[in-house]
Each structure stands twice: as structure tokens, then as C-alpha cells.
């Protein structure tokens, strides 16, 4: 058992678990906004019973997000001690800022959201459903800010006891446990040069797992003939929602991937299963990674990638057979001959490529898919077919519609393991790798015991999920609509 696989494992396990739940809560706290301001213009009751309902939705959500989240803290203190104390200065100023600007707005407004209704005007319930909303969109901002920074390091100098070091001093293995990077400029480290364009990418991300959220539960509500009026309206919303987020989704992914081009080359040509320089470099649609062989057999569009990147189909792009480049490796390896720069690179920087590759283009692929369902909705609407349940298609639409709540969740957790396994073998870019991060007194029994027993816990905490929402689904808003209305609808079902 290697302590560092079992490390990360354990990581990644429970940080993929947590990451269902806040993109959620995101998500949906931003319909709760749009729902809360139509119930404030109209003043109409039906309104405010529809966000009655999905603020319970939204509250068991974020209560087993929070649960969730707490486990990450510790990890950082127990099983990689030595990257929390190399970059602690960096990392506490960031959650810091998380618990001043997003606790404390979460926490303030949340009682308020859950159990004002009947104790504040609507107002100022609006105005509390509005503060949570930005609550859990501040802590996804320092969050990502953080990573960001573990991506992509700016604005920190590196300190051994008191005395700093010089830019661009290069550690050896053996000055790790003695050094730790401190913020020289705290705005260069909040906005870093990835900062911004991860962090649109991930709230987009975050807006279409609410949206397609209240569209899997309102088509859910349409195929079965109950609370009719309550399902046309959210889904109508939702898929507005859906809509717009997912074509903009489309252009903050490409300004992800020009970052990731310029400031992690490596990445990206994992991402792309680029292994030779190359100009005109094609774009792969579907593939496998050779790693053994150092080839990538894929369908490609040629030129597409270069043409991306820089808007010339000519562009240069490179690849892994020469990243790093040969004077990053002299720098840092001077006892290494040239000759044995090749396997130099591959044993030492370069991340598993075929899963890099396959998690990207799956994320790819199913925000392509997300867009395309967005846009069939919207043409059945503008078609004025969207609730004619009569028709085969609209009901092929809706159950695949239902299905579609699983999209964005698993675009977001492949997505998110291409961003970090493709920055490995380094917790820090071109800093700390992640196998001098860890803890030097746990050993790997213990990471494993704890594995099984999180393994255990999360099983019992998402059969508890599904049980309490399920029975929520089943029970339904609390809104008494007008059964003749829907008579044919209803009808049409039972049989």
C-alpha cells in the first residue's frame, strides 16, 4: 500500500462526494432568486408556495453539503501536513476570507430563508433568500481562488525561517520541510492567472446542476400528471436557465483552455493526448491514449486546436515529448544527462495521459449534450409543443430530461479531475510535489482504515440523501391547483 496513492484516493473520494452537494445549492439558491423576485412582482400566493418548496429542496442540500465539507479541513491537517504548512499562509488568508464573507451571510440569512415566511415581509425574505445566494457563490470564489493559486502561484515569496528567498530559487528535496510560501501581494494571489476563468467555469458549472435539477423534478411532475401548473412554471425557468448557462458555459470552457494552454502546456497536451510538437494541431473528438506507445488514436479535426488556441490553423503546439522543456530540466536536474531527458520527463512530469484525456473529452461531450437538450427545449417551447404530453416525442424529451440531472453533476466531477490530475505530479505547479506534501507520521494503515470508515459514512449519508429527497418528490409542493384544468393531462397518464 503506497501512502501516497491511498492519500489522494482518500482525497479525491471525499472531495467528489462534497462536490455534489454545493454546486447544487449554488445552483438552485439562483433559481430561488429568480422565483422569490417573479413572487415579489406579482404577489401572487401560487409563487410563493413554488419557492416554499424548493427552499426545502435547497435546504437538505446544503446541510449535508456543509456536513460534507467539514471532513476536507482535517484532511489537510492529517494526511498532508507538510503542504499545509508550506502553503498556510497562502491557504488561511483564503479561507479566511471564505468564513468572513461567506459564513457569515449564509449563517445570518439562512434561518430567515428556512423559517421567515410568516415572521418578515416579503422583502426582506427576498433580500435573505438573495444574501444566501451570494453566501454560497463568495465561498465557491475563495475556494477556487485557492486552487487557482495551487494551479497557477503568483503574488507569494518563498521564506526559510525568517530569511526570503530569492524568485525563482529552486528548492531541493531536502529544503521542503523548512520552507513555506508567503503573500507578498494579496490581489496577485486572488487573481492569479487562472483565477477568474476557473472560477467562471465552475459557477456556470454550479448554475447548471441547480438548473437541470428543477428540470429533471418538473419533467418528473409533467410525466406523471401532478402539480402541473408548479411543473410548467419551474421548468420553464429552469430551462431559460439551462439555456443561457450552458451556451455561456461553451466560451468560459475555450478561455479555460487558452489559460490552461499558456500557463500548464503539460495539461493540455494530456487533455488533447498530444504527444509531438506539431503545427496545425488537430482537435481529438473521441480517442485513446497509447501511453506505452506515446500515441493518441483518435477522431480529430485537423488544425482545430491550433486554430483554437491562437486563431491561425498553423499555430504551434506543444507536445509531451518536449515538456518540460529541455532548460526546465537542466535548471532543476543539472546531475542528468540530455540523452535521458525522454524518460526523464515521462517517469517524473508527465500526469496519466489517458485518463487526462478521457475525463476531458467526456466533460466535452456532455456540456455538448447539455446545450443540445437545452436547445430542443427551447424549440418545442417556441414551437409552442413543449407541455403537449400527447406527443411521443415531448415524452421521449421529458424522460430524457429527468435522466439529465445526472449530466452536469458528472460533468462537473470529471471536469474537475482533469483539472487536478492533469497538474500532477505537482500540489503546487512547478513548487511542491505532491508526494512532498504529505503528512511524514501517518502510514498508509491509517490513511486506509480512514478510507474505509469515510467509504462507510458517505454510503449511509447519501442513502440518507436520496431517502429524505425522494420523499419530498413524492410529496410535492404544497400548492392546490385546479384539477379540471389538467384533467386531459392526468388522464392521459393513467392509462
Not at 461531450?365 to 417556441?382: D, E, H, K, P, Y
Amino acid at each position: 500500500m503506497d501512502l501516497e496513492i491511498l492519500s489522494r484516493l482518500q482525497f479525491a473520494f471525499t472531495i467528489a462526494f462534497h462536490y455534489i452537494f454545493p454546486t447544487l445549492s449554488i445552483g438552485l439558491g439562483t433559481f430561488l432568486v429568480i422565483n422569490e423576485a417573479v413572487y415579489l412582482k406579482t404577489r401572487d400566493e401560487f409563487y410563493r408556495q413554488t419557492a416554499k418548496y424548493w427552499v426545502r429542496i435547497f435546504a437538505l442540500i446544503f446541510a449535508i453539503g456543509v456536513a460534507t465539507g467539514i471532513v476536507m479541513e482535517f484532511q489537510f491537517g492529517t494526511n498532508w501536513a507538510t503542504y499545509s504548512r508550506f502553503v498556510g499562509d497562502v491557504f488561511g488568508s483564503a479561507l479566511a476570507a471564505e468564513g468572513i464573507f461567506a459564513f457569515f451571510l449564509e449563517s445570518g440569512f439562512l434561518a430567515v430563508l428556512l423559517f421567515g415566511w410568516d415572521k418578515v415581509g416579503p422583502k426582506m425574505h427576498f433580500f435573505a433568500t438573495l444574501m444566501v445566494c451570494f453566501g454560497s457563490h463568495f465561498s465557491a470564489i475563495w475556494i477556487v481562488v485557492a486552487n487557482s493559486w495551487m494551479q497557477t502561484p503568483a503574488g507569494f515569496v518563498l521564506e526559510v525561517g525568517d530569511q526570503r528567498l530569492d524568485p525563482g530559487t529552486l528548492l531541493r528535496p531536502e529544503d521542503i520541510p523548512h520552507t513555506r510560501a508567503v503573500i507578498d501581494d494579496f490581489w496577485a494571489m486572488v487573481f492569479n492567472p487562472s483565477s477568474v476563468e476557473r472560477l467562471t467555469h465552475v459557477i456556470l458549472g454550479c448554475w447548471l446542476a441547480g438548473a437541470f435539477l428543477v428540470l429533471s423534478i418538473s419533467a418528473f411532475y409533467l410525466l406523471r400528471g401532478k402539480h402541473i401548473r408548479f411543473a410548467r412554471f419551474s421548468f420553464v425557468v429552469a430551462l431559460v436557465m439551462a439555456t443561457i448557462t450552458s451556451l455561456l458555459q461553451l466560451v468560459a470552457g475555450h478561455a479555460s483552455a487558452e489559460v490552461v494552454a499558456e500557463h500548464q502546456p503539460v495539461k493540455l497536451a494530456a487533455m488533447e493526448g498530444h504527444y509531438e510538437t506539431m503545427e496545425s494541431a488537430p482537435l481529438s473528438i473521441v480517442g485513446w491514449v497509447d501511453e506505452d506507445a506515446q500515441k493518441t488514436y483518435s477522431i480529430a479535426i485537423p488544425g482545430m486546436l491550433s486554430f483554437l488556441l491562437s486563431g491561425d490553423v498553423n499555430h504551434e503546439v506543444k507536445g509531451l515529448k518536449d515538456l518540460p522543456a529541455d532548460d526546465f530540466l537542466a535548471e532543476r536536474h543539472p546531475e542528468v544527462d540530455p540523452a535521458d531527458y525522454p524518460a526523464l520527463r515521462q517517469d517524473h512530469y508527465w500526469p496519466k495521459v489517458n485518463y487526462v484525456f478521457q475525463f476531458y473529452h467526456l466533460m466535452v461531450a456532455i456540456g455538448m449534450g447539455l446545450i443540445a437538450v437545452s436547445l430542443w427545449g427551447c424549440w418545442l417551447w417556441w414551437r409552442g409543443k413543449l407541455f403537449d404530453l400527447s406527443r411521443r416525442s415531448v415524452r421521449i424529451f421529458m424522460v430524457i430530461m429527468v435522466a439529465s440531472v445526472l449530466g452536469p453533476q458528472v460533468a462537473n466531477q470529471v471536469g474537475w479531475f482533469t483539472a487536478e490530475m492533469g497538474r500532477q505530479p505537482w500540489i503546487v505547479y512547478e513548487l511542491l510535489r505532491t508526494s512532498e506534501g504529505l503528512s511524514k507520521v501517518v502510514i498508509p494503515e491509517q490513511v486506509l482504515a480512514s478510507l474505509l470508515m469515510f467509504g462507510f459514512i458517505y454510503f449511509l449519508l447519501f442513502a440518507l440523501f436520496v431517502f429524505l429527497l425522494t420523499i419530498k418528490i413524492t410529496h410535492g409542493p404544497d400548492i392546490e391547483e385546479d384539477e379540471t384544468e389538467y384533467a386531459h393531462t392526468k388522464q392521459l397518464f393513467k392509462q
